[in-house]
């Protein structure tokens, strides 16, 4: 059976068709109180975005989640885990701040905002999920403990996801930082010498100090200290590093290994979880990146479901149907509508694998209708 999934389009020429008001229609369309109960502790999962993103998702539309849950009666506390690479978000104290630069407080989402794995990480409970990499998975304590959830997602690309909505935001953003660890534990970043520069912005990124620069200045890593986050590779400035699993050329096993922990995030919340992705500034770039770079398409709109596998394939599915920004990272061949918007920038990197293993463990179905509203 297919999936609902509501869209409500961006395009407008008047203050009734303004983002918050379509928010609040897709609010109202999915009745996404059906998932609350009365006194329910109410997660709503967000990503803060690191210091010097500005393409993060905008508290104004967070407060509107969170007026809408405390409308059911029940209790919402925004939130996030920390981070496993160095910035601004790698403990609680850190990441709190970067919340308040970024405009989140009290006074304007109207909700207590907690950091779901402790101060140092270290707060999380083991989840069962007897999947083909993992037979336990780490989830955030308080993301756990959440008798409800409704998980905010920023859509957009990743150097190592192919792309980041709702199943990423669950895997990543539901993890301690060992948790997050686990989902990276077989890969390595690989070092193109002829093309390092030697800036040593790699050197200063890298969180276990697993890489310095030898006597030709060409950067190296330690690959028994190396964790895979890929911090490495997001920020050296000549494109020189490439993040892989083993042998294999690509990431499928990573993507894998993240989609397990997405169903982790929620396997202990049937029924209890609601998902709205804004498909807007889709950057090629997640929002742990310090910086944001130009859109890859045209902002569409804001898609909810209950259903993560079938939000994500629709939101790709939307993006993939807009012509390409040629002043983007895309190359040529993916400019034109149709076609693989993600692929055109990492062609290496299968995302949907995100969907396809989604769908068989049983967190969705591919299958969906969409509601316009």
Avoid at 113 to 139: C, P, T
Avoid at 170 to 191: F, N, R, T, W
Wanted: glycine share 10%.
């Amino acid at each position: 059976m297919a999936s609902k999934v509501w869209f409500a389009s961006f395009r407008t020429q008047n203050a009734e068709g303004n983002k918050i008001n379509r928010l609040r229609r897709v609010m109202d369309a999915m009745n996404m109180t059906g998932v609350l109960r009365d006194g329910d502790l109410t997660a709503v999962k967000v990503h803060f975005g690191e210091r010097g993103n500005d393409t993060y998702l905008s508290p104004v539309f967070v407060r509107q989640v969170v007026d809408r849950v405390k409308a059911a009666g029940a209790k919402p506390f925004v939130t996030d885990s920390n981070t496993l690479y160095r910035g601004s978000r790698k403990n609680s104290v850190d990441h709190l701040e970067t919340a308040l630069e970024h405009g989140y407080s009290y006074a304007t989402v109207g909700a207590p905002i907690i950091i779901a794995d402790g101060l140092r990480s270290g707060n999380y409970v083991d989840v069962q999920v007897d999947g083909k990499y993992f037979r336990k998975v780490k989830i955030a304590a308080d993301i756990a403990a959440a008798d409800s959830m409704v998980v905010l997602s920023h859509f957009k690309g990743h150097g190592m996801a192919g792309f980041g909505g709702a199943i990423k935001n669950l895997a990543m953003g539901c993890a301690p930082s060992k948790g997050k660890e686990d989902q990276h534990a077989y890969i390595h970043p690989h070092v193109n010498a002829d093309c390092c520069q030697g800036c040593g912005r790699c050197v200063a990124q890298c969180p276990e100090y697993a890489i310095r620069l030898d006597a030709k200045r060409k950067a190296t890593v330690n690959t028994q200290m190396c964790i895979g986050c890929g911090e490495c590779a997001a920020t050296c400035a000549s494109n020189c590093i490439d993040m892989k699993g083993g042998d294999a050329s690509d990431l499928s096993e990573f993507i894998a290994r993240m989609t397990e922990y997405a169903y982790g995030a929620v396997l202990q919340k049937k029924d209890r979880v609601a998902f709205i992705s804004f498909v807007m500034n889709v950057t090629p770039d997640c929002d742990c990146c310090g910086w944001s770079d130009s859109a890859l398409v045209p902002d569409v709109g804001i898609m909810a479901s209950f259903d993560p596998v079938a939000l994500d394939k629709a939101c790709l599915d939307r993006v993939n149907a807009q012509s390409g920004n040629p002043d983007s990272q895309l190359s040529e061949d993916a400019i034109a509508r149709g076609a693989d918007k993600f692929k055109g920038v990492y062609p290496n990197v299968h995302g949907e694998i995100q969907i396809d293993y989604g769908a068989a463990l049983g967190m969705g179905t591919q299958s969906y209708e969409t509601v316009e509203v």
